[in-house]
């Protein structure tokens, strides 16, 4: 069993970072990742993905420039470096392990965290 923790949300001011980590535990399988978000009353939507190996990542055009993933496969972990937060980036975050397709494509997923919360004031 394949088991995603999330945690770095919390309430910040627009135009502060945060630094999201998701701890992967239960297999010694290192997965492609990918972190979503979802805000009340809209769709999950794609953030960012990366490669088993961390050699291959990408981000949504909304974040680009903004946000960065990668990876510690050593501590089985997945960052996602969050700077000059806008108040449009609230939302609660995912991360997500295993994609089998289109890696923006959060249906793909087969394994999730239960999210953490980011909250952006203006």
């Known amino acids: 069993q394949v088991r995603l923790v999330e945690s770095g949300g919390g309430l910040v001011q627009a135009g502060d970072s945060l630094r999201l980590s998701c701890a992967v535990s239960g297999r010694t399988v290192y997965y492609a990742m990918g972190w979503f978000r979802q805000a009340p009353g809209k769709e999950r939507e794609f953030v960012a993905h990366?490669?088993?190996?961390?050699?291959?990542?990408a981000v949504a055009d909304s974040v680009k420039g903004r946000f960065t993933i990668s990876r510690d496969n050593a501590k089985n972990t997945v960052y996602l470096q969050m700077n000059s937060l806008k108040p449009e980036d609230t939302a609660v975050y995912y991360c997500?392990?295993?994609?089998?397709?289109?890696?923006?494509?959060?249906?793909?997923?087969?394994?999730w965290g239960q999210g953490t919360q980011v909250t952006v004031s203006s």
């Open positions: 990366i490669s088993w190996s961390g050699g291959s990542t």
């Open positions: 997500a392990a295993d994609p089998r397709g289109e890696r923006n494509t959060p249906q793909v997923y087969n394994y």
